[in-house]
Structures are given as structure tokens and as C-alpha cells.
């Protein structure tokens, strides 16, 4: 009798963190959207407590989508202007280029923006290329990008970033499966490897299972 009690609560206990989390597989796939600005600690925090350790556990089920943006204004006369002021500009921009000159390859991207958010933050401290050599990127074809913006570039960040920040209003802003929840966004700053865990051990065909709530 007393078995069969622990089983009920159990299952009602799971069964409530699954509504409540709610994030399931997409063809296999958990996708993440992450908007981030260069100068920003709370991004800083993401990689640091959640994002490097759920992607080096979860890599193969992630599809990862960043969007170096964050509040930024582009300005009439085509400047920008940042919330982390021109340093914070600048490597946004950095991070557009390398992002974009490491297309297909989402462990490099991944690298690439682990380091930049990992001290001493080279980009927006340092003004340095140092991540973007660290993944092989030419260093002439990154200047020539940094140094000639107001592209696609620029314009599919801002257009990507612009519903999620009017909805979430936070740097960084986290979306799964480019579906805007609130909810999912604040949970993820401080739990998104188990949110992911469950998602996945949910789809037997992951072979996950063993999640541990956070
Ligand atoms: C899950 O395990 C089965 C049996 O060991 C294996 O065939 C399959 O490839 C595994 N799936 C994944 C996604 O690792």
C-alpha cells in the first residue's frame, strides 16, 4: 500500500514538470535561440551555468541558434548604438561575422561563442580576435567583415531578435523551437540542462534517461 503511494505521487510529480516544462523534440531535434550581447553578465552567466554543460552532454539533439543583437538601435545614419556602449557594438558585430563564416558547423559555433563568453571575454574587453583565430577563422576575411556592416548581417539579426525582446525583454532571451514563452525563457537561466534532459528521455529513441531536476 504505502508503494503504491509512492508510485502515485511520483507520477504525479513527473507528469507536473512535464506540462510545466513542456519542451519536446522537433524531427529529433530540441532547437535553441539565443539572444546575447557581447558586454552583458547575464550572458556571461548562460554559458557559464548552463549552456557549456548541456551542449557538451546534449550536443547531437541540439540545434543552436544565436542572435548577437541584444538592445541594439541602428541609427539613421546606419551606426549603432549599444546597450554596453561601442565596445559592446563591436563584438556583436565580430560575432555576427564568425557565426556566419562558421555556417554548418555548430560545434565550432558553439566554441566560438563559448570562448568569447568565457574570461577574459576577448572580443568585448579585449577588442581581440583571439576566439575567432582559436577556431580557424581567416583573420583578414573577419576584419574585412567587421569592418564593413550594415548588411544582411545586421539586418537578419535585428529583424530576428525583434519579437523576442519585445516579449521577453531580456539579454539574453532563450526560445525553444521558436516558440516565445516567458515561462520557458526565465526557467532556462537556471535549469536548462534538465529541461533538456526531460525533453529527451521523454522520446525513447534518444536513449536518455536518468535526469535530475536542478
Ligand atoms: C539507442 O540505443 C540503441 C540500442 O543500443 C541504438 O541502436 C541506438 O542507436 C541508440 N540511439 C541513440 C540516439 O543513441
Given at each position: 500500500m504505502a508503494t503504491k503511494h509512492l508510485v502515485f505521487i511520483a507520477a504525479c510529480f513527473l507528469l507536473g514538470l512535464t506540462q510545466v516544462n513542456g519542451l519536446q523534440l522537433v524531427n529529433g531535434k530540441i532547437k535553441i535561440t539565443i539572444g546575447t550581447t557581447s558586454g552583458c553578465v547575464d550572458t556571461v552567466s548562460l554559458f557559464q551555468t548552463q549552456l557549456i554543460e548541456t551542449y557538451n552532454e546534449y550536443s547531437e539533439f541540439l540545434e543552436l541558434d544565436f542572435v548577437p543583437w541584444g538592445r541594439t538601435l541602428w541609427n539613421a545614419d546606419g551606426s549603432f548604438s549599444c546597450q554596453f556602449q561601442e565596445p559592446d557594438c563591436w563584438a556583436n558585430r565580430l560575432h555576427r561575422c564568425a557565426l556566419d563564416m562558421l555556417k554548418g558547423n555548430q560545434d565550432a559555433q558553439m566554441h566560438y561563442m563559448s570562448c568569447e563568453f568565457t574570461?577574459?571575454?576577448?572580443?568585448?574587453?579585449?577588442?581581440?580576435y583571439q576566439c575567432a583565430q582559436a577556431v580557424g577563422l581567416n583573420l583578414i576575411d573577419v576584419d574585412y567583415c567587421v569592418n564593413n556592416n550594415g548588411d544582411d548581417l545586421d539586418r537578419a539579426a535585428q529583424l530576428a531578435s525583434q519579437v523576442p525582446m519585445a516579449t521577453i525583454?531580456?539579454?539574453p532571451y532563450i526560445v525553444f523551437n521558436d516558440v516565445i514563452d516567458v515561462p520557458a525563457h526565465v526557467q532556462a537561466r537556471s535549469r536548462l540542462k534538465s529541461m533538456v534532459c526531460f525533453a529527451l528521455a521523454a522520446d525513447p529513441s534518444t536513449n536518455v534517461s536518468g535526469c535530475e531536476i536542478e
Amino acid at each position: 500500500m504505502a508503494t503504491k503511494h509512492l508510485v502515485f505521487i511520483a507520477a504525479c510529480f513527473l507528469l507536473g514538470l512535464t506540462q510545466v516544462n513542456g519542451l519536446q523534440l522537433v524531427n529529433g531535434k530540441i532547437k535553441i535561440t539565443i539572444g546575447t550581447t557581447s558586454g552583458c553578465v547575464d550572458t556571461v552567466s548562460l554559458f557559464q551555468t548552463q549552456l557549456i554543460e548541456t551542449y557538451n552532454e546534449y550536443s547531437e539533439f541540439l540545434e543552436l541558434d544565436f542572435v548577437p543583437w541584444g538592445r541594439t538601435l541602428w541609427n539613421a545614419d546606419g551606426s549603432f548604438s549599444c546597450q554596453f556602449q561601442e565596445p559592446d557594438c563591436w563584438a556583436n558585430r565580430l560575432h555576427r561575422c564568425a557565426l556566419d563564416m562558421l555556417k554548418g558547423n555548430q560545434d565550432a559555433q558553439m566554441h566560438y561563442m563559448s570562448c568569447e563568453f568565457t574570461q577574459p571575454r576577448p572580443s568585448f574587453l579585449h577588442t581581440s580576435y583571439q576566439c575567432a583565430q582559436a577556431v580557424g577563422l581567416n583573420l583578414i576575411d573577419v576584419d574585412y567583415c567587421v569592418n564593413n556592416n550594415g548588411d544582411d548581417l545586421d539586418r537578419a539579426a535585428q529583424l530576428a531578435s525583434q519579437v523576442p525582446m519585445a516579449t521577453i525583454n531580456f539579454v539574453p532571451y532563450i526560445v525553444f523551437n521558436d516558440v516565445i514563452d516567458v515561462p520557458a525563457h526565465v526557467q532556462a537561466r537556471s535549469r536548462l540542462k534538465s529541461m533538456v534532459c526531460f525533453a529527451l528521455a521523454a522520446d525513447p529513441s534518444t536513449n536518455v534517461s536518468g535526469c535530475e531536476i536542478e
